[in-house]
């Protein structure tokens, strides 16, 4: 029997039950990983449905590949169990897991053709498959990927994007209940990275595998995932839909990672069930949602989105009186960076008006800013 850890950590909340999630495809469980005085993976609990798309996320050395390897079965934990299909599976090595990982250099055989680098895991199973077998598999997986007629090309001679979709093939050939993907996309240029996100959001579709994600990009991620695990220091710190965590985050360190907010510091004076009241370095106070349960007296921070703020040319009672320090235009917004003699540097994302009157707006001119209560959330600073 496995030892099934008590308590766990994720957001720091006690989970409601040590038993196996029913249904889940696999399972980290109490999980950390150290490498002498490194702990790369921390109390890692983490359940992962079937036919889900779920990214790890996080900043270069938060354990992501650490936490991948261990599903994959390339890395044993120092504690805690992983599970697939509600089974420990810590005495399977990889190639006898129903895993399969794409690694972010591909691991391609640059000698063999495109046919043979898919076709080789195959042929390497025992018992023996049929050769048959194995090309119709090896055909209609080229099929899936968009590579059929380049069955008889060397590695070498196809491009970066083309690689990464034989080492999509490969990994998917075996029709593994989950696969594994480490920043898959990240040598690719903007521009193939983009198309390719679109053809792996797709291939999940349509293969119904549970995919697991890499990325340290926080765009990647929200536009793929159906929850994301934001990472830090080897701990999970959120999980969530993109929704959740770029409504909701529990904390600055999500709100900062995924999307992009204001934040002004200040200390929590009041609180009033889920909302609070916080005195921020203008002197004045502000109410906001509350994320967590933060004390009176703390110090927190409001986040604001810069799609939040309203900006105007005009005065009014309740807006702040700022300076317009830069302008972008992108078409359908523009984006500007006003100061505020106080609060410091704001970012706004203003939408295109059928007035056009903030367009006239220069750097140095005065404009007002303010944010509805709603729109604004307290935050731990951690
Ligand atoms: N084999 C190893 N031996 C010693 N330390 C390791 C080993 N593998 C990883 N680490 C350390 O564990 C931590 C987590 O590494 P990991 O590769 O999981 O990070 P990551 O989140 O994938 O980072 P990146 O985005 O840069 O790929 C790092 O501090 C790393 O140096
Ligand atoms: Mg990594």
Redesign the pocket.
């Known amino acids: 029997m496995t030892k099934v850890a008590e308590t766990f950590s994720v957001d720091g909340y006690p989970r409601e039950s040590a038993k196996a999630v029913p249904g889940a495809v696999a399972e980290l469980r109490g999980v950390s990983k150290s490498?002498?005085d490194?702990q790369?993976?921390r109390h890692f609990d983490l359940a992962i449905a079937p036919g889900e798309f779920l990214s790890?996320l996080?900043?270069?050395?938060?354990?992501?590949?650490?936490?991948l390897?261990m599903l994959a079965g390339f890395e044993a934990p120092s504690a805690g169990t992983v599970l697939i299909d509600g089974k420990d599976v810590s005495g399977l090595a990889a190639y006898q897991r129903p895993v399969n990982m794409v690694f972010?250099s591909y691991a391609l055989f640059p000698h063999l053709t495109v046919g043979q680098n898919i076709a080789y895991g195959l042929k390497q199973q025992r018992p023996k498959l049929p050769l048959a077998g194995i090309n119709d598999k090896v055909q209609r997986v080229l099929e899936t990927v968009r590579l059929a007629d380049f069955k008889d090309r060397r590695i070498w001679e196809m491009s970066g994007g083309q690689q990464q979709r034989v080492a999509l093939a490969r990994a998917i050939v075996n029709e593994p209940k989950l696969l594994l993907l480490?920043?898959p996309l990240a040598a690719l240029d903007r521009k193939l990275r983009k198309e390719m996100q679109i053809e792996l959001q797709d291939l999940q579709r349509q293969l119904g595998i549970t995919f697991v994600l890499?990325t340290?990009d926080q765009e990647e991620a929200l536009s793929l995932s159906d929850r994301i695990c934001v990472?830090r220091a080897?701990e999970i710190v959120q999980v969530g839909t993109p929704r959740e965590l770029y409504d909701q985050p529990k904390s600055r360190y999500v709100a900062d990672f995924v999307g992009t907010s204001n934040f002004f510091d200040g200390k929590i004076i009041a609180v009033n069930g889920g909302t609070g009241q916080i005195s921020l370095s203008d002197g004045r106070s502000y109410r906001a949602f509350l994320s967590d349960a933060i004390p009176v007296g703390e110090t927190a921070c409001v986040s604001v989105r810069p799609e939040q703020i309203r900006m105007s040319d005009t005065q009014s009672s309740e807006a702040l009186e700022v300076t317009i320090q830069n302008r972008i235009f992108l078409g359908e917004h523009t984006e500007y960076l006003v100061r505020h003699a106080r609060l410091g540097n704001i970012a706004v994302m203003a939408p295109r008006q059928s007035d056009g009157r903030l367009d006239t707006l220069q750097k140095g001119d005065t404009a007002w800013v303010h944010w509805n209560p709603e729109a604004a959330l307290i935050l731990r600073n951690d």
């Open positions: 490498y002498g490194v790369a993976v790890f996080g900043p270069s050395g938060c354990g992501k590949t650490t936490a390897r972010q480490d920043e890499v340290h990472m080897g």
